[in-house]
């Protein structure tokens, strides 16, 4: 008997497309809960896909996503893959005004009403807040260390001062490793995106110190510490997300 077909790629909410993989690029386009897409490609991160309209999808928000969708340019477009669009079926529509209760990417609560959470926003919200806590304590101990490095050269070759690197280095990969496996609400889907993005860069500040510890590099732990000015506006945002949903 032939294999079974696997289950084509849907949207998991109302959510907007993007002209590239991030929500600052333009919004082109969005999708209606349950939709059929079909996924040509993915970025480097692999937190996003593109469409074979031409848009870009939040992965979070997708389910039976491909797992061999080949990582692409952020630029890419279909043309330029080689792959025509769909000529038939419905077409994503353009954007327009959702209501707040639909909750799309961008989501917002009804303006001057409190919202009301179900144990899955909850657990979500308390669960992201403590991950962006870790995220900054581990980063201000990381910033620490590396200063006190960079002023007594003797530190790189001291094996408490190595134990507490790694260490640290250690919790920012875990908790990388917790945002990923996260399933957000849809009402949080957009703090989330934020929340991915900075997971990414606290993950690339940590590829750097290890390769500093082990090389006894400072220039390479001085780049890990300077990723942080990257990963922590991003985790700020997401925070903000939250507090203004669920203050």
């Not at 080949?70 to 327009?96: F, I, K, N, R, Y």
């Not at 510890?213 to 000015?229: A, C, K, R, T, Y």
């Not at 925070?239 to 203004?244: F, I, N, V």
């Amino acid at each position: 008997a032939p294999a079974p077909s696997a289950p084509p790629s849907t949207v998991k909410v109302n959510a907007n497309l993007r002209a590239g993989p991030g929500t600052e690029f333009e919004q082109i386009g969005g999708t209606i809960t349950g939709q059929t897409i079909n996924i040509i490609g993915q970025n480097a991160a692999g937190d996003w896909y593109l469409l074979d309209n031409g848009g870009w999808v939040f992965a979070n928000l997708v389910d039976n996503p491909p797992a061999d969708a080949p990582v692409v340019p952020d630029d890419a477009t279909p043309e330029s893959l080689g792959v025509a669009p769909l000529q038939q079926g419905p077409q994503l529509p353009t954007p327009t005004p959702v209501p707040a209760e639909s909750q799309p990417e961008e989501s917002q609560p009804a303006a001057g009403g409190a919202i009301t959470l179900g144990l899955a926003e909850t657990l979500y919200l308390d669960e992201a807040r403590n991950i962006a806590s870790r995220y900054q304590t581990t980063a201000d101990a990381v910033t620490g260390l590396v200063t006190n490095a960079a002023a007594n050269g003797a530190l790189l070759q001291d094996a408490t001062w190595t134990d507490e690197m790694n260490a640290a280095i250690n919790v920012l990969r875990r908790t990388g490793e917790q945002v990923r496996g996260v399933d957000a609400p849809p009402l949080f889907a957009a703090a989330h995106i934020d929340l991915v993005s900075a997971a990414a860069s606290f993950d690339q500040a940590a590829a750097l110190l290890e390769q500093g510890v082990n090389e006894g590099s400072i220039d390479l732990l001085q780049q890990g510490v300077d990723e942080f000015s990257t990963a922590l506006p991003r985790l700020d945002a997401s925070m903000e997300r939250l507090d203004q949903i669920a203050p």
